[in-house]
């Protein structure tokens, strides 16, 4: 716990005592208005007190700004606050973190969030989303999603874990894989984007790639960004190792690599996805492969030299 929000703990604690006096809340007043940190961290860590059943009767001042919370701020808001509020803080982490939007293997789902934005999500992919008129969060925790963020002064953030997107108002494709490489793309409108605290402009057209050892911003095709909205896949080089693992997204009979060397082999194109036996024959005949089955699997390798 930093030094701000443990003096933000010890105000929070004080106002809520029973001998509580007028020039507490006078002291309070002057210690907001030194820094705008402090006003930051006294309202988030009051937001917690709040949520804290019998935290107290008497109302704590309250600071006009609201600060827009993402899960990684709230966690380690809860880290601060839990020394003062006790430990029923962290059991109602979950709660006020947003609700969660899952799908599964070969599944899509639309959601109309609070403050009406619109959310879609691909298949095998899971979000948090916290959104009303005066903050707007949502945690990418892994898969892809297409976001149309309603018009609102308050700034929408998504945390993708290594990769963060601010915007007011627009549409933007964003995925994240399991190794956490993260890709931002505003489909229309700007916004900013980046890693930790170094964001930039993005605006229509662009899209930052952000991985452990490199951030790139480029502008790829529209229509191959959103293929997977009409159920295909855009692949450009890549590995057939890789096209597999991303197939097997959409499909629940999964597409297995015999051998190395078969699945370094790459693959261009645009190919439809959820018929994992028709995606294995058109890479079997790409590169004169052979596709067999076993049991709940389909296999893909060379042929047989018998």
């Known amino acids: 716990m930093n030094a701000i929000d443990s003096r933000a703990a010890e105000w929070i604690a004080r106002l ?10 006078t002291a309070l007043r002057v210690w907001l208005d030194e820094d705008p940190a402090h006003a930051a ?16 009767a008497q109302p704590v001042p309250r600071v006009e700004r609201r600060p827009v919370l993402t899960r ?35 599944e899509r789902r639309s959601v109309r969030l ?3 934005s619109q959310l879609l999500l691909d298949a095998a992919s899971r979000v948090t989303a916290d959104a009303w008129p005066r ?14 963020i309603a018009p609102n002064a308050v700034p929408f953030e998504v945390d993708a874990g290594h990769g963060t997107l601010l915007a007011s108002a627009g549409r933007f494709d964003l995925r994240r894989d399991g190794g956490n490489d993260v890709s931002l793309v505003s489909i229309a409108g700007q916004a900013r984007a980046g890693t930790g605290q170094d964001l930039q ?7 930052l790639r ?20 009409d159920g295909r896949a855009a692949f450009h080089e890549d590995t057939i190792a890789a096209v597999a693992a991303e197939a097997n997204r959409y499909a629940r009979t999964p597409l297995t690599i015999a051998d190395a060397q078969t699945g370094s ?42």
């Open 16 to 25: 809520h005592a029973g001998d509580r006096a007028v020039a507490d809340e």
């Open 72 to 106: 990684r701020r709230l966690l380690l808001g809860m880290g601060g606050a839990a020394a003062t509020c006790g430990s029923a803080v962290v059991g109602l982490s979950a709660a006020y973190a947003g609700t969660t939007y899952e799908t599964d293997i070969g």
């Open 41 to 56: 961290a006294f309202e988030r860590l009051t937001l917690l007190w709040d949520m804290v059943p019998g935290s107290g």
């Open 114 to 116: 609070r403050d009406g």
């Open 210 to 229: 952000a991985g452990p050892h490199e951030t790139i911003v480029d502008r790829p095709d529209p229509r191959l960004v959103q293929a997977w909205i």
């Open 265 to 306: 082999l790459r693959v261009s194109g645009l190919y439809r996805m959820g018929d994992n036996v028709a995606l294995a024959e058109a890479l079997a005949s790409l590169h004169g492969l052979q596709v067999q089955r076993s049991g709940d699997r389909i296999i893909l390798g060379k042929k047989s030299s018998v």
């Open 201 to 207: 402009p993005l605006t229509s057209g662009d899209r």
């Open 135 to 148: 903050y707007r969060q949502l945690w990418l925790e892994r898969g892809r999603i297409q976001l149309s």
